[in-house]
């Protein structure tokens, strides 16, 4: 209640000064990184609902009216200012799978297996790390389950629960996601069988869910228990757990560090499990995708998928220059002059045809020149 009995501008004052220390870490773990201007933002937004929904004002909001102060506004671009640049996770490339399934056949592991199958139905549904892995904190999004996979036939038969001929009878695969960061529920993405022909189809969509699905169901699960098995599940000397991004990210790693920077042009330390993401959009973008297919296969609500397509691929502008040639020449439709009287009223006669506003009204000058039995029907 302290801040009720200040003047609205002095509540500014305090929110500002709160923003700064907050920015500075002061209540948080210490670093020597101040933390970045959206994420201060977010904070004080939350701060004001908060006071708005208890109190009944929003300290943040400028007099009168419901957006940000201006003195808030100028701060916080201010920190945008001075924030390094974004440094977002590489695309991984079709190669980087095709690695971590080598690598996992020369270990023969059963959760080198998994997480090489993991990686590429990551890569197919450009899914987030924390849906097909155990992340550190709090997340909205749910991790996927044996439930959420449903398998079809070529007579789109549900067969999900014939496991013994799942390879050979399966056409579509389909994944819900029950819930995600845009809010969107049991949103339903389906693949089918890629075609891939290199190493018994490792790279299909298909295979690969398949193969994580008869993996759990192969485990001593109780059947009411099987279809809430996380698919990241794996059990090794009969002790069962739950696979954590910081495991699948050292895999990752090392088929990066396998490959080499001459080859990829990037480095380890630049990648993630959140590469899967761009990669997938990276895919899809350039096999001529459209956009808006990529907006519903990736579960992009927006274009916001637009910045995962990494412009500095050199096989972004494969063809580019070729078709920039296509035409030789064009013609240029010369610019419409406006003249006085297209645009202001006060030059315009009796003998112009556009609208005037005189003491006989609009359209006046088009009466005049009408059958006087058009003005008597009127």
């Known amino acids: 209640m302290w801040l009720s009995d200040l003047r609205p501008d002095h509540r500014t004052y305090v929110i ?17 990184k101040c933390l970045v201007a959206s994420t201060v933002q977010e904070t004080v937004a939350k701060l004001g609902e908060i006071f708005r929904a208890n109190v009944g004002y929003n300290p943040t909001h400028g007099t009168g009216t419901q957006q940000l102060h201006p003195l808030l506004t100028r701060q916080f671009k201010g920190m945008r200012n001075l924030d390094p640049g974004e440094k977002q996770q590489k695309a991984l490339p079709v190669s980087v799978y095709r690695e971590l399934h080598r690598q996992a ?11 090489a199958g993991l990686q590429t ?13 155990d992340v550190q904190g709090e997340w909205r999004t749910k991790i996927l389950c044996v439930r959420n996979f449903r398998f079809f036939d070529k007579l789109n038969r ?53 193969d994580l699905i008869l993996q759990i169901v192969g485990y001593d699960i109780p059947q009411d228990k099987l279809i809430n098995t996380q698919i990241n599940y794996v059990q090794f000397n009969g002790m069962g757990f739950t696979i954590p991004s910081s495991m699948i990210l050292s895999r990752i790693r090392l088929a990066v560090t396998s490959l080499g920077h001459e080859v990829l042009g990037f480095t380890p330390d630049e990648v993630g499990t959140h590469s899967n993401r761009s990669g997938g959009a990276m895919g899809m973008f350039l096999a001529g995708t459209p956009v808006y297919t990529i907006m519903l296969m990736g579960r992009w609500s927006s274009d916001a998928f637009m910045r995962y397509i990494r412009k500095q691929v050199l096989t972004l502008s494969h063809g580019i220059a070729a ?29 112009n045809l556009a609208t005037t506003t005189n003491a006989n009204g609009s359209h006046a000058n088009m009466r005049r020149g009408m059958h006087p039995a058009f003005h008597l029907s009127h």
Not at 16 to 32: K, V
Not at 106 to 113: G, I
Not at 198 to 205: Q, T
């Open 16 to 32: 500002g000064a709160f923003a700064a220390a907050l920015r500075r870490r002061e209540f948080s773990r210490p670093d020597e």
């Open 105 to 115: 056949k020369v270990s023969s592991l059963t959760l080198d297996k998994v997480i």
């Open 121 to 133: 139905i990551a890569y197919f549904w450009c899914m987030r790390s924390c849906e097909y892995s």
């Open 158 to 210: 549900d067969i999900s629960k014939d496991y013994a001929n799942l390879h050979c009878n399966t056409v579509t695969v389909s994944i819900t996601f029950e819930f995600q960061n845009k809010d969107v529920r049991n949103d339903i993405i389906s693949h089918q069988r890629s075609g891939d022909k290199i190493n018994n189809g490792e790279m299909c969509p298909v295979r690969a869910a398949i």
């Open 323 to 351: 078709k920039m040639l296509t035409f030789e020449q064009f013609y240029t439709v010369p610019n419409f002059v406006h003249t006085a009287a297209d645009g202001d009223s006060r030059s315009r006669s009796n003998n």
